[in-house]
């Protein structure tokens, strides 16, 4: 279990860092949306893996 979270973990900062090479090309705005996004589906995998 703390394997898997760190796994998850490992996935949202390498998403983060693509994000953050994106932020010059868009808005402040565009990127929290992205960011709300991709935290809403990461809570969604873990919890359908759980199930």
Known sequence: ???????ILKTI???VKDF???TKYTKNKDI???YMKM???ISFFQFTSLT
């Open 39 to 41: 935290i809403i589906e």
């Open 32 to 34: 929290e949306g992205l």
């Open 13 to 15: 900062v390498s998403k």
């Open 1 to 7: 279990m703390i394997y898997f979270k760190h796994q």
């Open 20 to 22: 953050s090479k994106c």
